[in-house]
């Protein structure tokens, strides 16, 4: 428990950092706070572009028991408690691994301080639920508690899209130990129906608007080939899409805190890959003698053959998958730790006792080499690391340039009108937190008719030349603009180049009216759509 303390406090020091998708779900969340309406807009029809219903409505839920408007504050708070909640079940599920404390309380610190775990829980995301929920689930049952882990296996797809595997990793050893019973099955289609039936009537369909918008990447993402993401063609392609990932983006960020190894200081993996080398000794264990402690370790793997599969991944997706390989790697090495010092044993008649837990620590040491943490460059105080945002120090830079600007630019047209009017912004996250208007979303994760616009014609892709306008993606539809008419177009240069060029229909519509610093180094600019000119009066 103490341990478990520690590790939310460390979080809380971190601060709260900006990521602007995190704020998609805060401005749901404080709408149902606020509103009663768990939706992105609050007028029109409601919309779910929150990946994370559960953890959207906890941060609701929580933000209108205590009347608390800043539900980014809430998240972080939040987190700090399941970060605890977690390192605390870490050292459960190592404990049910080894039947020791030593080595338990070494995986918790090792999980509950994670470079990764805490930079992505430190910026609001609902990682940390998603964690409780599996490895709380797995725990309860291994240990025959089957009624609440089935009803955590029902919730965690609402948490995060991957929460489904916890599905399989529950019921396989339940009906294969012969447990089953009606009351789980029951228990388990509870959530999912009451989804189902609420989240038809109320947003049209159960699964949420981003997840949809995933689909139509080929037309929204450069270079803008058309289309839409076909699953079962990518079935075919999926063992070695899952090898890719393992040697790429998931191998980065486990044995360097960095999604891209070139993000990296050192630009190549430390020496934690080394403990790679405990892994044949476990699953030799595991087939001696197979039982339900193999679903701790088949997580990680599933996590790489779904993600593999979908394609799209993003840093914040990561931490369940860090976590157990962390752990699957720590008890590797503590089993072939084991049969080391059992052979040293029978060579030498003794073992001190205290050479298995050094070895121990060292294993320890080696896996913390893994983290990516900064001292006197970042949120914390200056006497305490801070956890470096897992997408690469650029990235981190610009998540703080775009909070400041979105923030002030929302600030800026909130005190235009006692009734704000709807402004569209192809990054919606921060900016739709602080704005008190509708937002329009041209990427289209809360915003569904924005899809129609894509892939955006020749002429706004290219300029005369054949030279693109732009290096980003999803840029801005000048047709998409013209036709949904928002009283404010708010956008980084960069995805805008193709409405403010010379001649554009758009720029006789709309006027620059301020700008507020920069997105990703372009200007950060707000339009303001032209009123047409009244009638000429008719003469008498």
Sequence with gaps: MGLGAAAGAFLLLQHLQPCDDAYITFRHARNLARHLRPAWNLEGPPVLGSTSPAFLFLLGGLGFLFGVDRVDQVALALNAVLLAAVTVLAYLVTRDLTARAGPSLLAALLVGF??????????????????????????????????????????????????????????????????FRPHLLAAYLVLPVAWLVFSAFYYGSPVPQSIRARSAEPSVFRPYEGGRVDLRQRLSSIAPETATLARHAAGSILFTGYQRLKDAPSGRAGPAWLTLLGLPALWLALLRRPDARIAYFLYAPLFLVLYAWIGHREAWYFPSFVTFAVLTLFYGCVVTLDHGWTLVQRLAGLVPPWLPVLSWVALTVLLLSANNYAFDDGPAPRHLPSARNPRG???????????????????????????????????????????????????????????????????????????????????????????????????GLGFIRNLVRPGSPFLRDYVLIGTFGTAWGDPLLVYERIAPAPPAASGS
Aim: with cysteine; charged share 20%.
């Design 393 to 491: 120090e650029r990235v981190e830079r610009a998540e703080r340039e775009r909070f400041n600007g979105y923030r002030r630019a929302a600030g800026f047209l909130n005190r235009r009108g006692t009734r704000p009017a709807p402004a569209l912004i192809s990054e919606v996250g921060i900016f739709g937190f602080f704005y008190r208007g509708d937002v329009i979303d041209t990427v289209g994760l809360c915003t569904p008719e924005a899809l129609a616009y894509y892939p955006p014609p020749a002429s706004d892709i290219w300029d005369e030349e054949g030279r693109p306008l732009t290096d980003m993606d999803n840029l801005t539809p000048t047709r998409m603009v013209l036709d949904l008419k928002p009283a404010y177009v708010v956008n």
């Design 114 to 179: 994670n470079s990764v775990n805490v930079s992505i829980l430190s910026q609001g995301f609902e990682a940390g639920l998603l964690l409780a929920a599996l490895l709380a689930g797995l725990y309860l049952m291994r240990t025959g508690r089957d009624l609440p882990a089935v009803l955590l296996a029902s919730a965690a797809p609402l948490i995060r899209p991957e929460g489904i595997l916890l599905t399989p990793l529950v019921w396989v050893p339940i009906l294969f130990h012969r447990r």
